[in-house]
């Protein structure tokens, strides 16, 4: 079993449609929790920490379900400019530094 | 100033050239990172540099060869790559421990092995 796993996607969504992603992990000592954005021959940037009451952002929602060890991410009212791959990470149990990426999730907003 | 830069952009080397890729933070950060990502995956985690001393090496061949002049820079030195190497390299800081703390990512170098 893969230590992050998401589904790959692609999710094609309309413009103004909410979409949800899911990301499951397995190590139940995991403290840390991040989603990161990742646009087109682009570097990761940071989307939103995930934190145990769960964290709002404008249109972005993220919350986390420890007994089932899954981190989810809300969009509401999409725009095209949130056609990215989202990528779900995790601290790996092995070292403070270490983190688990997700294969990420791809998203396309269709007009 | 929450940026990592990194140079060259982009890097066409062939299989008997050295060349180095370059990281520069100025956040004040005490952890950075090497990492690869190939088309379509997940960054790979490479090195760790924490406090200037390497933490983590994730067994990664030694035509790969990191080193942290001072907090600020990070380099990594290339020899004798092959083409499978061809990746983007990216470079990335953070304020340890850093499972509580965000990595800010460099722009990358995209590097081509002929």
């Known amino acids: 079993r893969k230590e992050v796993e998401q589904d790959p996607g692609p999710f094609n969504v309309p413009e103004g449609a909410t979409v949800a992603f899911n990301c499951t992990y397995s190590?139940?000592?995991?403290?840390?929790f991040f989603w990161y954005r990742q646009d087109c021959r682009k570097e990761p940037k940071l989307l939103m920490s995930?934190?145990?009451?769960?964290n709002e952002d404008g249109r972005f929602t993220a919350q986390l379900n420890r007994a089932s060890q899954y981190i989810s991410l809300l969009i509401r009212d999409s725009k095209l400019s949130d056609s990215a791959t989202y990528l779900c990470?995790?601290?790996?149990?092995?070292?403070?530094?270490?983190?688990?990426w997700g294969a990420g999730t791809k998203l396309i907003i269709k007009p | 100033d929450t940026e990592v830069t990194q140079t060259p952009k982009h890097l066409v080397m062939g299989m008997t050239n050295k060349k180095s890729l370059k990281c520069e933070q100025h956040?004040?950060?005490?952890?950075m990172y090497w990492y690869k990502q190939k088309a379509k995956k997940p960054p790979e985690l490479m090195f760790v540099?924490?406090?200037?001393?390497?933490?983590i090496n994730e067994s990664v061949p030694s035509r790969f060869s990191p080193e942290c002049p001072n907090s600020s820079l990070l380099n990594l030195h290339l020899h004798a790559l092959q083409p499978e190497d061809s990746a983007l390299y990216l470079c990335?800081?953070?304020?340890?421990?850093?499972?509580?703390?965000?990595?800010?990512f460099g722009p990358g170098t995209r590097l081509t092995v002929l």
């Open positions: 990335a800081s953070s304020s340890p421990p850093a499972f509580r703390d965000t990595q800010y």
């Open positions: 990470v995790v601290n790996g149990e092995d070292s403070n530094y270490q983190l688990i």
């Open positions: 540099y924490s406090y200037e001393k390497l933490s």
């Open positions: 995930v934190y145990s009451s769960g």
């Open positions: 956040m004040g950060h005490r952890a």
């Open positions: 190590n139940s000592a995991s403290q840390s």
